[in-house]
């Protein structure tokens, strides 16, 4: 037996442990995890500067792109509100035993479905550091075990990480419910664990989560492309549309939840969409295409209206109205979030409806798309598929459910002369 697969099957014993524990206890481990990232704040940024630096020399080798290096780095408030976060998600209910449904089916027989956790999951993810203890803690409170596999790119952060909360969780929540897998040859093992790994949660670049997808029969959630769309309707307020499609840009254009493409009615083809143009591109972005807007300016064509940047890079296309733009966002999107910026609550409603995606917002920038916004404390990624959890994926997406039955003796044997039908059982006679 491998080192790895003994890990992961010390996880599954783990996870096991850890769903029986209570609440409290697994509060105090959360507690404590916030405390430690603050209380070791110097050693985490030592370390996350010698992945920068070599980062830098990767990025000025052609060894690393710009986004993926732009995602490495950690600062003293990033480790506060990281420690926040994890505070947030500790007074939180807790998510597991919670009563989904109850009834008796049969006098006497009571059935309910309950949440309880999923079991072991494996986290894959590039670059981002703070990935690690947002993921940890949302594992820590939904009694799950982790298998953690970061990118090399982020090995010493990570590494420091890992330490400080699994120090911190260690007098409280079972042993080896937390792994570091560090070496770069173990993820095609690790996929191949669906005997003792549950779920598989990707969080990195379209190309990583294709590929996760191809090499495992293990369920895989997440996301493989954030192609997010900004709609500025005939009846927006421009000044409110300007600030939104430059947030939604410029604030991190590494993110998945960056705008790719700003779709503009015709309605504001003149001043305002030159303004918008000349804004971008004072904030270096570079402007590409789409066929409608080719024809009015002289932007090169986007390589594709699917197309994600993960860049200081946008597509500009000009829309005749709100119908267009929902086709085109449900035609070229990839179901991530997409915003309507508009003062027409008629308009708005329609896009909310219609707009497929994961997340469909009103005057809001794209960039809202984020678990801690969300108010989840944090996010163990986002989901564009259509099982179990979408959208920024928090502690409702790491649990599952069991039926749990009571009874005095029924025989499935046993002739009934009638089915009785099903009614709500008093939550006091349950468990």
Request: charged share 20%; net charge negative; aromatic share 4%.
């Given at each position: 037996?491998?080192?790895?697969?003994?890990?992961a099957?010390d996880?599954k014993?783990a996870?096991?442990q850890?769903?029986?524990?209570?609440?409290?206890?697994?509060?105090?481990?959360?507690?404590?995890?916030?405390?430690a990232?603050i209380?070791?704040?110097?050693?985490?940024l030592?370390?996350?500067?010698?992945d920068?630096a070599?980062?830098?020399?990767?990025?000025a080798?052609?060894?690393m792109?710009e986004p993926?290096?732009?995602?490495?780095?950690?600062?003293?408030?990033?480790?506060?509100?990281?420690?926040?976060?994890?505070?947030q998600?500790?007074?939180?209910?807790?998510?597991?035993?919670?009563v989904?449904m109850s009834?008796?089916?049969?006098?006497g027989?009571?059935l309910?479905?309950?949440?309880?956790?999923?079991?072991?999951l494996?986290v894959?993810?590039?670059s981002r550091?703070?990935?690690?203890?947002?993921?940890?803690a949302?594992?820590?409170?939904?009694?799950?075990?982790?298998l953690?596999?970061?990118g090399?790119?982020?090995?010493?952060s990570?590494?420091?990480?890992?330490?400080?909360?699994q120090?911190?969780?260690?007098d409280?929540m079972p042993?080896?419910?937390i792994?570091?897998i560090?070496?770069?040859e173990a993820?095609g093992?690790?996929?191949?664990m669906?005997?003792?790994?549950d779920?598989?949660?990707?969080r990195?670049?379209?190309e990583?989560?294709?590929?996760?997808?191809?090499q495992?029969?293990i369920?895989?959630?997440?996301?493989?492309?954030?192609?997010?769309?900004?709609?500025?309707?005939?009846?927006?307020?421009?000044q409110?549309?300007?600030?939104?499609?430059l947030d939604?840009k410029?604030?991190?254009?590494?993110?998945?939840?960056?705008?790719?493409?700003?779709?503009?009615?015709?309605?504001?083809?003149?001043p305002?969409?030159d303004?918008?143009?000349?804004e971008?591109?004072?904030?270096?972005?570079?402007?590409?295409?789409?066929?409608?807007?080719?024809?009015?300016?002289?932007?090169?064509?986007?390589?594709?209206?699917?197309?994600?940047?993960?860049?200081?890079a946008?597509?500009?296309?000009?829309v005749?109205?709100l119908?267009h733009?929902?086709?085109?966002?449900n035609?070229?999107?990839?179901?991530?979030?997409?915003t309507?910026v508009?003062?027409?609550?008629?308009?708005?409603h329609?896009?909310?409806?219609k707009?497929?995606?994961?997340?469909v917002f009103?005057?809001?920038s794209?960039?809202?798309?984020?678990?801690?916004?969300?108010?989840?404390?944090?996010e163990?990624?986002?989901?564009?598929g259509?099982?179990?959890?979408?959208?920024?994926?928090?502690?409702d997406?790491?649990v599952?459910?069991?039926?749990?039955?009571?009874?005095h003796?029924?025989l499935?044997?046993?002739k009934?002369?009638k089915?009785?039908?099903?009614?709500a059982?008093?939550l006091?006679?349950l468990?």
């Amino acid at each position: 037996m491998t080192q790895l697969n003994q890990a992961a099957k010390d996880a599954k014993q783990a996870s096991r442990q850890a769903a029986h524990l209570s609440h409290e206890q697994r509060c105090r481990a959360l507690r404590s995890m916030a405390r430690a990232l603050i209380a070791h704040k110097d050693i985490i940024l030592s370390a996350n500067e010698v992945d920068l630096a070599i980062a830098k020399e990767a990025v000025a080798a052609g060894e690393m792109s710009e986004p993926l290096a732009a995602r490495l780095k950690l600062t003293e408030q990033r480790l506060i509100e990281l420690a926040d976060g994890i505070k947030q998600i500790a007074a939180m209910d807790d998510p597991l035993g919670k009563v989904l449904m109850s009834s008796e089916p049969q006098p006497g027989i009571h059935l309910s479905k309950v949440t309880v956790p999923i079991g072991v999951l494996a986290v894959i993810f590039e670059s981002r550091p703070d990935a690690l203890p947002q993921i940890t803690a949302l594992a820590v409170k939904t009694g799950n075990a982790l298998l953690l596999k970061g990118g090399r790119e982020a090995a010493k952060s990570n590494r420091i990480l890992f330490d400080v909360t699994q120090k911190a969780i260690e007098d409280v929540m079972p042993a080896h419910l937390i792994h570091l897998i560090e070496s770069r040859e173990a993820m095609g093992e690790l996929l191949k664990m669906d005997d003792e790994i549950d779920l598989v949660i990707p969080r990195g670049s379209s190309e990583l989560v294709r590929a996760i997808q191809q090499q495992t029969k293990i369920p895989v959630m997440g996301h493989a492309e954030g192609i997010c769309h900004v709609y500025v309707d005939e009846h927006a307020d421009p000044q409110m549309a300007l600030n939104i499609c430059l947030d939604a840009k410029t604030n991190y254009p590494a993110a998945c939840n960056a705008v790719e493409t700003i779709l503009v009615h015709d309605h504001h083809h003149g001043p305002w969409l030159d303004q918008l143009c000349d804004e971008l591109t004072t904030s270096n972005v570079s402007i590409y295409a789409g066929p409608n807007m080719a024809l009015k300016k002289g932007f090169p064509p986007a390589p594709s209206l699917h197309w994600e940047y993960s860049d200081l890079a946008v597509t500009l296309e000009l829309v005749p109205n709100l119908d267009h733009a929902i086709e085109h966002i449900n035609t070229y999107g990839s179901g991530h979030t997409d915003t309507i910026v508009t003062e027409s609550e008629d308009r708005a409603h329609e896009f909310l409806q219609k707009v497929d995606s994961a997340s469909v917002f009103h005057n809001i920038s794209t960039r809202f798309a984020d678990g801690f916004r969300y108010g989840f404390g944090a996010e163990v990624g986002i989901s564009t598929g259509r099982l179990h959890a979408r959208g920024p994926v928090g502690l409702d997406g790491l649990v599952t459910y069991a039926y749990r039955a009571k009874g005095h003796g029924y025989l499935v044997g046993k002739k009934h002369k009638k089915i009785w039908p099903v009614r709500a059982a008093s939550l006091m006679q349950l468990f």
